[in-house]
């Protein structure tokens, strides 16, 4: 089920140190550059024996264009061993770039070596260190690629890189790490393993997400809401996602709003629709939603119920965040908002998240959640 080996706690960067390999390509952003992270990796590569070839071209929603330059250089190292630092726009950019090498390499007819795929994030959200998805824009739209190549063989969670994240990405990310972890649970995929994962994650969140908000320097909660991330990436790479991931991708590229933060505004409409909360709430998504406020010790005695709680509990979190209310109090142009509908929710419909949504939506339904949500 797990195909990545994790090392986790602080100075866990030590660990590079024990790979074995000659050369490493390094994935980076231009913050852990200036943070001195990349250098960090590169001395505990190099004590290790491996030289290393750095590109730190990585920008927010990489695309097509990023990892074909990524890739010309990668191809060009001769590495064997291939190493990303920094969120998830370096990881998606090495899974890119992994992804696009054995589309060119089996065109040309070469043997396939996939190299040793070092995943190190330096923010709690993603989970991306574990999972086979990565998400690439592509002519302005964002697609999710799911293939267990660009799967990670080794997770280096070392929580000291993550230490100057600021309070807004502390939040957006963690929130993603709730969805993540949610979504995993009410999957159609969903089993007893991904279920203990998931729930372990969603408590993790609820426990330490808001201390980490109201101080970044809480050694505790840094470390607890990272191995979060780590776990609910677990999940969701066995479980799958849903239509809350799927409505952020296409929001999120349209209107240039984070993920983390796309997530948030979504994800109490999405709840109420996959538990049929206008209806009967007596769906497959209530009773699973109902399990989750049991476990965070809210009333649930009936679906309905436990799913109102749990979302009372969500919305109080998400407000001590200071996530906005709606999409439009980030200042997205209504106009501009009601054109983009239709082409946003039939991006929504194809997403590769929405067939494990525990409710399959029609397009008029992703409109309506949208609608709601503005």
């Given at each position: 089920?797990?195909?990545?080996?994790?090392?986790?706690?602080?100075?866990?960067?030590?660990?590079?140190?024990?790979?074995?390999?000659?050369?490493?390509?390094?994935?980076?952003?231009?913050?852990?550059?200036?943070?001195?992270?990349?250098?960090?990796?590169v001395d505990h590569?190099?004590?290790?024996?491996?030289?290393?070839?750095?590109?730190?071209?990585?920008?927010?929603?990489?695309?097509?264009?990023?990892?074909?330059?990524?890739?010309?250089?990668?191809?060009?190292?001769?590495?064997?061993?291939?190493?990303a630092i920094g969120?998830?726009?370096?990881?998606?950019?090495?899974?890119?770039?992994?992804?696009?090498?054995?589309?060119?390499?089996?065109?040309?007819?070469?043997?396939?070596?996939?190299?040793?795929?070092?995943?190190?994030?330096?923010?709690?959200?993603?989970?991306?260190?574990?999972?086979?998805?990565?998400?690439?824009?592509?002519?302005?739209?964002?697609?999710?690629?799911?293939?267990?190549?660009?799967?990670?063989?080794?997770?280096?969670?070392?929580?000291?890189?993550?230490?100057?994240?600021?309070?807004?990405?502390?939040?957006?990310?963690?929130?993603?790490?709730?969805?993540?972890?949610?979504?995993?649970?009410?999957?159609?995929?969903?089993?007893?393993?991904?279920?203990?994962?998931?729930?372990?994650?969603?408590?993790?969140?609820?426990?330490?997400?808001?201390?980490?908000?109201?101080?970044?320097?809480?050694?505790?909660?840094?470390?607890?809401?990272?191995?979060?991330?780590?776990?609910?990436?677990?999940?969701?790479?066995?479980?799958?996602?849903?239509?809350?991931?799927?409505?952020?991708?296409?929001?999120?590229?349209?209107?240039?709003?984070?993920?983390?933060?796309?997530?948030?505004?979504?994800?109490?409409?999405?709840?109420?629709?996959?538990?049929?909360?206008?209806?009967?709430?007596?769906?497959?998504?209530?009773?699973?939603?109902?399990?989750?406020?049991?476990?965070?010790?809210?009333?649930?005695?009936?679906?309905?119920?436990?799913?109102?709680?749990?979302?009372?509990?969500?919305?109080?979190?998400?407000?001590?965040?200071?996530?906005?209310?709606?999409?439009?109090?980030?200042?997205?142009?209504?106009?501009?908002?009601?054109?983009?509908?239709?082409?946003?929710?039939?991006?929504?419909?194809?997403?590769?998240?929405?067939?494990?949504?525990?409710?399959?939506?029609?397009?008029?339904?992703?409109?309506?959640?949208?609608?709601?949500?503005y």
């Amino acid at each position: 089920m797990l195909k990545t080996k994790v090392y986790f706690n602080n100075q866990s960067l030590k660990s590079l140190r024990k790979i074995s390999g000659n050369r490493a390509f390094i994935v980076s952003d231009s913050i852990m550059e200036s943070l001195g992270y990349l250098q960090e990796v590169v001395d505990h590569l190099n004590e290790a024996g491996i030289s290393s070839t750095v590109f730190t071209g990585v920008r927010p929603d990489p695309d097509v264009g990023l990892i074909a330059d990524g890739l010309k250089l990668y191809r060009n190292s001769g590495a064997d061993v291939l190493v990303a630092i920094g969120g998830g726009s370096a990881i998606d950019t090495a899974k890119g770039i992994l992804y696009f090498m054995r589309k060119f390499e089996s065109i040309e007819g070469l043997e396939i070596k996939k190299p040793l795929f070092i995943a190190i994030p330096s923010t709690s959200g993603t989970g991306s260190e574990v999972t086979d998805f990565s998400v690439i824009t592509s002519e302005g739209e964002k697609v999710v690629i799911i293939d267990e190549l660009i799967s990670p063989d080794i997770a280096i969670l070392d929580s000291t890189c993550i230490q100057h994240v600021p309070q807004r990405v502390a939040a957006d990310t963690g929130i993603d790490v709730l969805v993540h972890a949610i979504e995993a649970y009410v999957s159609t995929k969903a089993t007893d393993f991904t279920d203990a994962l998931a729930e372990k994650a969603i408590k993790l969140i609820f426990e330490n997400l808001e201390s980490l908000y109201k101080d970044t320097k809480n050694d505790q909660a840094r470390d607890r809401v990272l191995n979060a991330s780590c776990i609910a990436g677990m999940a969701f790479t066995n479980a799958g996602l849903g239509i809350n991931h799927s409505l952020a991708h296409a929001l999120g590229g349209t209107f240039h709003i984070s993920h983390g933060r796309s997530n948030a505004l979504l994800l109490l409409a999405v709840i109420e629709y996959n538990a049929e909360l206008s209806g009967s709430a007596s769906s497959y998504a209530a009773e699973r939603y109902s399990k989750l406020a049991k476990i965070l010790d809210l009333p649930a005695r009936t679906r309905r119920e436990g799913t109102v709680n749990f979302m009372l509990a969500i919305k109080k979190l998400i407000k001590a965040l200071g996530v906005e209310e709606n999409i439009r109090a980030l200042g997205v142009d209504q106009i501009e908002f009601e054109k983009a509908l239709e082409q946003m929710s039939e991006t929504a419909v194809q997403d590769r998240c929405t067939p494990t949504n525990p409710k399959q939506p029609s397009k008029e339904d992703l409109i309506r959640i949208y609608q709601k949500c503005y």
